[in-house]
Each structure stands twice: as structure tokens, then as C-alpha cells.
């Protein structure tokens, strides 16, 4: 068998293997809110472990956009809104492009060069590149940008290998199609891309290049977005008890919600008189039935989405939604399943209990904090930023209902140190 043959055979097996690859670091969240979740994380869960357990590759776990809290700036907000579009965009176009190539071999109808084939010769693989782009967006573990990184490399040699075999069965033809078409984008797009690449003159300096540099400016964006992320997240900070509020509407409430859990740490109060001194702690302000709390701590059954039989309806709130899916309750996404008045469904699976039909959920004056305590190296204290770095460690430690009007603590309640989830890493913001 000739080289060039087992070099293609090769590269489809490995741009399999790499795509395959990609769907399952990218599908986590979709299969983390389905009733399978723990069978996949029986497999899945102990590669996630390994990864956090050595500081070189502990960040791969971690996370570098917004998943539970809100996006705080205009900036992350489109970031978010365009993982959407390209999640949509991508898929729609994959099986447009896929039609028309399969279509066209039932008809013999020679090179596929209509439709986005008259500007690109591979658009499918633009539609598997922004299918995934977004899916990282929407998901944004670093483990998913790896893979991705990865998965543009294999289909970048995968692509030149089909166009060798093009130009083989087709001759000329073939070869004036590819100089007046891009590979990806079109081709006046295409110079302008390729030109940090375009230096090595050496066809091997070249790849070199491009197996370097992709996944360099792949993680590299990544990491930006993370530091502009955790430079936009609104903290505040007294002592060693740190807030970060999830939703924007919730930022004013940040002071009095610790002043409460100060006095209530401080003698002669004793509702809060656990917490140590010595420790830091990092509460996440919430409604009391946020949706996603079951992420940061097991705060009860109905935050187990994997086990409330909704996930196709999450996961279309997820994508279509991509700020107001934070602000339902599990009990308001059930309800409008079923076409049952959301507000009602709220009052009625309050966590406090509050079914008082004069409360508008709206204009609820409690909030819940759920306190994590922060791990990590070296001695003195942490804040802000700090406290969500690679080298923490999050551990799950209580969570207090507070009433934000009159700074009463209404609910004190310890939690194991496991998430709904049990031990998978979780977002942290």
C-alpha cells in the first residue's frame, strides 16, 4: 500500500478519533442534566480527577467564561450570545453542506462546487469549526478547548489529504476550483489568515508552524477571556468572607447580605459562630431557588437536574436563552412544560416555604448564600479573584438564607462537602 494510502487512512481515523473526542468533552453539560449522568461520569469522572490532581494540567478542569453566574459586562454577554449563534449556525450548516455533498454523489453531479462550495472547498469542516467554537462558548471547561484545538489540527490534515485525492481523480479541473476557492473561508479571507503561518517557506516549517500555533491561540484565548472574566466579577469582600452576586439585579443586596453574616459570625450572635478565622470562605448570592446551586453544593433534590426528567427542555432554554435561563427555577422550567402558571409553580416550591400568595417571588426579599471554603497554598488571607485561581480548591461548606430588608439569617444549614454531582469538578463562576 502506497504511503500517501496509509496517511489517509490514518488521518480519517484519527480526525474520527478526534471529533469523537470532542463530542464528549462538549456534551458533558448535555449529559450532566440527563438521568445517564453518572454512568458517564463512572468513566468520564476519574480523567477529570487525574487532570486536577497534578498542577500541570489542573487547569484543564477549570473554567474560563461565565457558566452559572450571569455575564457581568456588555463584553461576555455577546461572548455568550455569539456561542449560542455559532452552536446554531454550525449545526445548521453541517447538514446543509452534507445534503448537497451526499445528494450530489447519488446524482453524479461530479465536483460538489455550488452553494458555499463555489467559496469554500470545505465547508463542512467551517460548519464542524464553529459548531464546536460555540459549544466551547457554552460550555467553557479548558478540557473542551483543548480538544477542540485538537480537532481543528486533525481536520486541517485531513483536508489536504482529501484535496491530494481530489486532484488525482479530478486532474485540472480539480486544481483551477482550488485556486479560485479558499480551503475554509474564502480566499481573500484566506491570505489574510494564513499570514501568521505564511513565514516558514519549508513546507515542514510550515505545518510546524500551524501545530504550534493553533492550539497556542486556541488556549491563548481562552486564558484572555478568563482573566477578563474574573476581573469583571462583582466581589465584595470583608475580612475573610467573600460575596460574589449571580445575577446583576442582585449586586446592591451585596452588603447588606454580609453585614448580616457578619454580625451573625460575631458574638453575641451564634447562627454563623463556625465559621473560622483562619479560614476563607466564598459565598455565592443567589435567589433561594436558583437553578443551577446544586453546581456549588447539594442544597437539596430539586437542584438535582440530572434527576428532574427536564433535559431537552434545559438544554433548549440553555442555548435559546442564554440569560434567562439563570433566572428560572426547576419549578417555573416544569411549569411551563406543562403550561402551568410559572409563578404559581415558584410560590408553591419555595425552599423557605413561603407560600404566601400576597409575596410576589419577584420581590422576595430573602436570598441565599452558599459558602464554599477556600483551600490552598501558603498562608494569610485571599480575596476576589484570588480565591477562584488553578490552585484552589472550592470545598462546600454551608448555606444561610438571608432576608436582605431586615438582616435577619433565616436558615442555617451544613452541607457534605460533595455538589448534586457528587465529586465531578464543577464550574466555579
Not at 61 to 90: C, D, E, N, W, Y
Not at 298 to 304: A, I, M, P, R, V
Request: glycine residues 8%; positive net charge.
Amino acid at each position: 500500500m502506497r504511503r500517501h494510502d496509509l496517511f489517509g487512512r490514518f488521518g480519517k481515523i484519527a480526525a474520527r478519533g478526534g471529533i469523537i473526542l470532542f463530542f464528549i468533552m462538549a456534551f458533558e453539560v448535555m449529559i450532566m442534566i440527563s438521568p445517564f449522568a453518572f454512568f458517564f461520569y463512572s468513566v468520564f469522572n476519574p480523567v477529570l480527577h487525574w487532570f486536577g490532581y497534578h498542577p500541570a494540567t489542573r487547569w484543564l478542569t477549570g473554567f474560563f467564561l461565565p457558566h452559572m453566574i450571569l455575564p457581568p459586562t456588555r463584553f461576555l454577554k455577546a461572548v455568550r450570545i455569539l456561542g449560542s449563534v455559532l452552536f446554531i449556525l454550525g449545526s445548521l450548516t453541517f447538514i446543509i453542506c452534507a445534503l448537497q455533498v451526499y445528494v450530489g454523489k447519488i446524482l453524479r453531479w461530479g465536483i460538489a462546487n455550488k452553494g458555499l462550495y463555489s467559496s469554500i472547498r470545505h465547508p463542512q469542516y467551517l460548519a464542524l469549526g464553529l459548531w464546536g467554537s460555540g459549544m466551547a462558548i457554552l460550555w467553557p471547561r479548558f478540557l473542551v478547548l483543548a480538544s477542540l484545538s485538537l480537532m481543528f489540527l486533525l481536520y486541517y490534515f485531513l483536508a489536504k489529504d482529501e484535496e491530494r485525492r481530489m486532484l488525482a481523480q479530478f486532474g485540472e479541473g480539480y486544481r483551477r476550483y482550488m485556486e479560485r476557492t479558499g480551503m475554509f473561508v474564502p480566499r481573500g479571507m484566506e491570505r489574510w489568515l494564513s499570514l501568521p503561518f505564511a513565514s516558514g517557506r519549508h513546507r515542514l516549517v510550515k505545518y510546524a508552524g500551524i501545530v504550534v500555533g493553533v492550539p497556542a491561540m486556541v488556549i491563548g484565548a481562552g486564558l484572555v477571556l478568563r482573566a477578563i472574566t474574573l476581573n469583571s466579577l462583582p466581589f465584595k469582600t470583608t475580612h475573610n468572607l467573600t460575596l460574589v452576586s449571580l445575577l446583576p439585579e442582585d449586586d446592591p443586596l451585596r452588603q447588606k447580605t454580609i453585614d448580616a453574616m457578619v454580625r451573625a459570625a460575631s458574638p453575641p450572635h451564634r447562627e454563623l459562630a463556625f465559621l473560622e478565622e483562619g479560614k476563607d470562605y466564598l459565598g455565592y448570592l443567589m435567589p433561594v431557588d436558583y437553578v443551577m446551586q446544586g453546581m456549588i453544593a447539594n442544597t437539596g433534590e430539586e437542584f438535582h437536574l440530572h434527576e428532574q426528567q427536564q433535559t431537552f427542555a434545559l438544554i433548549m432554554d440553555w442555548v435559546l436563552n442564554p440569560f434567562e435561563h439563570l433566572r428560572r427555577s426547576p419549578s417555573a422550567v416544569l411549569a411551563k412544560m406543562h403550561h402551568v402558571d410559572p409563578a404559581i409553580a415558584r410560590r408553591h416550591h419555595c425552599p423557605l416555604g413561603l407560600n404566601d400568595p400576597a409575596l410576589q417571588c419577584a420581590a422576595c426579599p430573602y436570598r441565599r448564600v452558599i459558602l464554599v471554603e477556600i483551600d490552598h497554598v501558603g498562608r494569610g488571607h485571599l480575596a476576589g479573584a484570588d480565591l477562584l485561581s488553578f490552585g484552589t480548591q472550592r470545598v462546600p461548606f454551608c448555606f444561610v438564607d438571608v432576608n436582605t430588608e431586615t438582616g435577619e439569617i433565616a436558615t442555617v444549614h451544613k452541607v457534605g462537602r460533595a455538589t448534586a454531582w457528587k465529586d465531578v469538578p464543577t464550574p466555579a463562576i
